[in-house]
Each structure stands twice: as structure tokens, then as C-alpha cells.
């Protein structure tokens, strides 16, 4: 039987990316986004958001709650979707040129190959 879950985990590691990116503490982006900082600690340790901060989360950082939810057991993305994902958002970056974006992702995919579990 298939059941539908949010990864809060990987939203959280989404999050801190975004705020890393934005250079901001964790108490800035809990002023910027009316969310408190306990629920941002509550967070790191794996709880799950309420839906008013949910919300305000997803648009302060322009995630898509969509790419956090899984149905099916809680199981790892295959490594080509995860991969996947990661390039293409490299190379959607205006930030970045496109051997710069190119360069990321082969440091990305040894990382990951090392790394990750079979």
C-alpha cells in the first residue's frame, strides 16, 4: 500500500540552502518570514512545519511544496532523479555561467557517488 508523505528533511536542507545562499541568520529569515524560530529549531530536528508556516516558508524561499512530497514507502529518489534534478537546477541558476554550473555538478556527482548508500 502507497501512502504519501512531506519530507521535512529535505525541505529543511532546501531551506538552509536558500538561506545560505541569501547570506542570513536563521533568526533573520524568522523575522523575514513571520515564522517563528522555535518552529525553525523544531525544524532542524526533523518536526514537520504547520501549514501557516509552511506557506509562509514556501514563499519566502520559492520551493514548490510539491518537490517535498513522496508517495510510496520513504525511500531515497533514485540517484539519476536526484542527479537530475540537481543539474538542471545549476544550469536554470542565472548566477552562474555555464562552465561554472558545469563545473558544480561533476564536484556534485563524485560527492555523491562516494557517498551515497546502495
Given at each position: 500500500m502507497e501512502t504519501t508523505?512531506?519530507?521535512a528533511?529535505?525541505?529543511f536542507a532546501a531551506l538552509d540552502a536558500q538561506r545560505q545562499v541569501k547570506k542570513l541568520t536563521?533568526?533573520?529569515v524568522a523575522v523575514e518570514?513571520?515564522?517563528s524560530a522555535s518552529t525553525l529549531t523544531r525544524m532542524a530536528q526533523g518536526r514537520?512545519?504547520?501549514v501557516d508556516g509552511l506557506a509562509a516558508?514556501?514563499?519566502w524561499s520559492g520551493?514548490?511544496?510539491?518537490?517535498f512530497v513522496i508517495t510510496g514507502p520513504?525511500?531515497?529518489q533514485g540517484k539519476a532523479e536526484t542527479l537530475a534534478m540537481i543539474c538542471s537546477q545549476l544550469r536554470a541558476d542565472p548566477h552562474l555561467k555555464r562552465e561554472d554550473a558545469e563545473a558544480l555538478e561533476a564536484i556534485i556527482r563524485v560527492a555523491y557517488e562516494k557517498l551515497r548508500t546502495t
Open positions: 508523505h512531506f519530507d528533511e529535505a525541505f536563521w533568526k533573520q518570514t513571520g515564522v514537520k512545519p504547520d516558508l514556501l514563499r520551493l514548490k511544496a510539491e518537490d520513504k525511500q531515497p
